[in-house]
């Protein structure tokens, strides 16, 4: 009887039993997932990202039409957000949305320009810095590339790379 299970085994030259994966077959395996996660991971980040941006631009259009309403009761925008009752909400990023009246003002120093260096907005801006948390007053400028930015009295929100 012994000799029956001894004869039934499948064995190795080493004596053992040999049902594993080989080496090979394991750095085949972790090259092809390595390869895969390389592909899948920056697809990943880039929808994190854009949803971020779309989050962004989202709640600076909803903020301008607020700042709308309160223009319309009161017969000029706020002069702060918290006037109009919209400070301590954060972007994405975790910065303050940044805001400035336009409307009434003399000159055009320290207003934020476009590429032309022609001024985004004649009634007020309102702006995010982005994920770098940064920003110049020109959109051309390189720490300005990643703002979501409302340009054209509201016609356009968005990335600033984009307008």
Same mark, same amino acid.
């Given at each position: 009887m012994i000799a029956l299970a001894v004869r039934g085994r499948r064995e190795s030259h080493w004596g053992d039993d040999r049902s594993g994966f080989s080496l090979l077959e394991l750095m085949i395996a972790t090259a092809l997932?390595?390869?895969? $996660?390389?592909?899948?991971?920056?697809?990943?980040?880039?929808?994190?990202?854009?949803g971020r941006i779309a989050e962004a631009s989202t709640t600076i259009a909803a903020m301008s039409l607020d700042l709308q309403r309160y223009r319309d009761l009161n017969g000029r925008y706020p002069t702060t957000l918290a006037e109009a009752g919209l400070d301590g909400q954060r972007d994405p990023w975790g910065g303050e949305y940044r805001y400035l009246v336009i409307e009434g003002r003399n000159g055009v120093a320290g207003l934020r320009k476009d590429r032309f260096l022609v001024p985004l907005n004649s009634d007020y801006d309102l702006y995010s810095a982005g994920a770098d948390l940064a920003t110049a007053a020109p959109l051309n400028h390189p720490t300005s590339a990643d703002d979501i930015v409302r340009a054209n009295n509201g016609i356009f929100?968005?990335?600033? $790379?984009?307008?």
């Open positions: 997932l390595a390869t895969l $996660s390389a592909m899948v991971v920056p697809a990943l980040v880039n929808a994190r990202e854009q929100v968005g990335l600033a $790379s984009e307008f």
